[in-house]
């Protein structure tokens, strides 16, 4: 392994970093950039890797929001001053509403591990470009519809477990590449009612067990197929981790920050110019032959 595929690592995990949070697909861009800028390893290891550094890159959440995801807390008892610990009930609630909203994401990582990791690299590039182009309209139609209605959904709290559900159901549509997890569940808890700042919280909060699932079930099913780690590719995954879990410490606290003062309209435009340039890549070459 030499400079430039450490180089190319860093790259993965900057790009892991910043789009596994905005409504941009994360898998379509490392996708992407695996085809562009590939790296010296096995087809095997990529896939474990994608999701490992997307794991570590879940774990800035779970670092950004830890009062609000951590179920125990310290408390004084009053009348002789010990310190005791308790579980706090609304973490629980919240909770048990992320889990519920999980149950539909077994089935997509079901659809995903069973029928869509072994498309031909066309067919892949195609449903990325016609992915990000699709909810990039959605995006804007949705954004223009809500122009003039009021969320319905201000808190966490205020989620039901039945909306919760029906949030995670839009996650199933995450397993076309190009789709966006973030970005399908924001749409869906969009067109739900709930408020922007709500809907991009709780879609972080559902990427925690979602990713740790999946990442879990990619190592062990690297390792029970007989693959092992060579150093190279323990350093490849040490450093991509690693970038992956800084970039995303920035892009969640700016991704909250934006969406209080900003609609998801930018994403939408973006999703669809990068769907028209990867449409081109792909038409060009047929027409010029």
């Not at 690299?121 to 992915?131: E, F, G, K, P």
């Not at 972080?204 to 029970?224: E, R």
Request: with cysteine; glycine share 6%; net charge positive.
């Amino acid at each position: 392994m030499n400079f430039w595929d450490v180089l190319k690592i860093i790259l993965y995990g900057i790009i892991e970093g910043v789009t596994e949070w905005l409504p941009v697909s994360s898998t379509g861009h490392l996708i992407l950039f695996d085809k562009f800028l590939p790296l010296p390893f096995s087809s095997a290891f990529m896939d474990m890797f994608e999701y490992v550094i997307q794991l570590f890159a879940i774990f800035a959440v779970v670092l950004y929001f830890w009062k609000r995801l951590f179920p125990v807390e310290k408390y004084t008892l009053p009348e002789n001053g010990k310190n005791k610990l308790r579980l706090k009930k609304e973490v629980l609630a919240l909770w048990a509403k992320v889990l519920v909203a999980c149950i539909p994401a077994l089935v997509a990582f079901f659809v995903d591990t069973l029928f869509l990791k072994n498309l031909d690299d066309v067919t892949q590039s195609l449903m990325i470009a016609c992915a990000l182009i699709v909810y990039g309209v959605a995006f804007l139609f949705i954004e223009n519809a809500n122009a003039k209605k009021q969320a319905r959904v201000h808190e966490t709290s205020g989620l039901t477990l039945k909306t919760a559900f029906f949030i995670g159901c839009f996650q199933v549509l995450a397993v076309i590449p190009g789709t966006s997890r973030s970005g399908i569940t924001i749409i869906g808890a969009l067109l739900l009612g709930v408020s922007r700042t709500v809907s991009a919280e709780f879609t972080f909060f559902l990427a925690v067990p979602t990713m740790v699932g999946a990442s879990g079930y990619k190592i062990l099913d690297f390792f029970l197929s007989g693959n092992t780690l060579v150093g190279t590719e323990i350093i490849a995954l040490f450093i991509g981790c690693a970038v992956a879990f800084a970039v995303s410490m920035f892009a969640v606290k700016f991704l909250m920050n934006f969406v209080k003062k900003h609609d998801f309209k930018i994403f939408g435009w973006y999703r669809i110019a990068l769907g028209v340039i990867v449409l081109g890549a792909l038409v060009l070459p047929a027409l010029l032959a």
